[in-house]
């Protein structure tokens, strides 16, 4: 009993660490010419060559921040999205802050989970990322 105990253990650990996989992708340092099967390249920043090298080089979403996570939720643009519990907020100065580090009206970058359903890190960008409309 002990031994098939242990090998789901090891198979339940082996799955968590393939299903985790995608969101540590996410979080690699850039990778240059990343682009999905359309072809379309995300929303980069060309501008901005001085970001940190913990900024990817493109977001799934780019905008500005209107409400700060609650409730498990965020505001930004006007359009309301799902966080992850463990979302992972990226600000200039800091690569692992809190939610916390987030303000109302900051310009942010966002990475979706492989769903494309919820947030699962969000970068502050410097004024004049995002453009205003």
């Not at 939720?73 to 999205?81: A, H, K, M, P, S």
Request: proline residues 8%.
């Amino acid at each position: 009993m002990h031994n098939a105990s242990s090998k789901l253990s090891i198979a339940a650990a082996l799955i968590g660490l393939l299903l985790a996989g995608p969101v540590f992708a996410d979080e690699r340092l850039p990778q240059h010419g990343m682009h999905n099967e359309e072809g379309n390249a995300g929303q980069g920043l060309p501008h901005h060559s001085h970001l940190p090298a913990y900024y990817p080089p493109r977001f799934d979403r780019r905008g500005i921040m209107r409400s700060i996570v609650e409730g498990g939720r965020v505001t930004i643009d006007g359009v309301r999205y799902t966080v992850s519990p463990n979302v992972r907020v990226h600000t200039l100065e800091t690569r692992n802050a809190s939610v916390y580090a987030l303000r109302e009206g900051a310009e942010v970058g966002i990475k979706f989970d492989p769903a494309g359903r919820t947030v699962i890190a969000i970068w502050v960008l410097p004024k004049g990322s995002v453009p205003q409309s």
